[in-house]
């Protein structure tokens, strides 16, 4: 973790991750840590699953996360379910203004956004940080392109650090 510190000379946004330094933290900080990550996905998960009628398996899938795990961070962020929930009632809310932007950048996740590739693709953190999922900051790439793109980054910090 340290060469992170020294390396990146981060946003204030992100420098607590950088300087994480304790993994021992304790179970409960980690699982509100959890649970405040789930907290700021809440308007993009709604949008996928009421809007987008994205699959509760496809959310998982895209956030990386079990079927059971989605189904759990969708309870506790009282999101109904497309079964017995009124679906639809929030259809439209990102249809206007600036955020729609990002959100269909988020949608063209069917193609690499460095290649033409349109299988084996991960969402890449622009940024490292994996706890800053903001839309932004998330990239579709395909396997080798991603993981050239570490492979150079780890290759640039590595030669900050000398
Ligand atoms: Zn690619
Ligand atoms: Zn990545």
């Given at each position: 973790m340290r060469y992170l510190k020294i390396a990146c000379n981060p946003p204030p946004h992100i420098v607590k991750s950088c300087t994480?330094?304790?993994?021992?933290?304790?179970n409960q900080k980690r699982s509100q840590k959890a649970a405040e990550t789930w907290n700021k996905r809440k308007a993009e998960i709604v949008w996928l699953y009421q809007?987008?009628?994205?699959?509760q398996a496809r959310i998982a899938e895209y956030y990386g996360v079990t079927l059971a795990g989605i189904q759990k961070a969708m309870k506790r962020l009282a999101i109904?379910?497309?079964?017995?929930?009124?679906?639809?009632?929030?259809?439209?809310?990102?249809?206007?203004?600036?955020?729609s932007t990002l959100y269909r950048l988020m949608i063209q996740k069917d193609k690499c956004a460095m290649c033409p590739a349109t299988t084996g693709l991960v969402i890449h953190h622009r940024n490292f940080?994996?706890?800053?999922?903001?839309l932004e900051n998330l990239q579709v790439l395909c396997l080798p392109c991603h993981s050239s793109l570490h492979k150079r980054e780890w290759w640039r910090r590595r030669k900050l650090q000398l």
């Open positions: 994480m330094k304790n993994q021992q933290a304790g809007s987008q009628m994205w699959s109904p379910s497309h079964s017995h929930g009124r679906r639809g009632t929030l259809n439209g809310r990102y249809k206007d203004g600036s955020e940080d994996h706890q800053d999922n903001h």
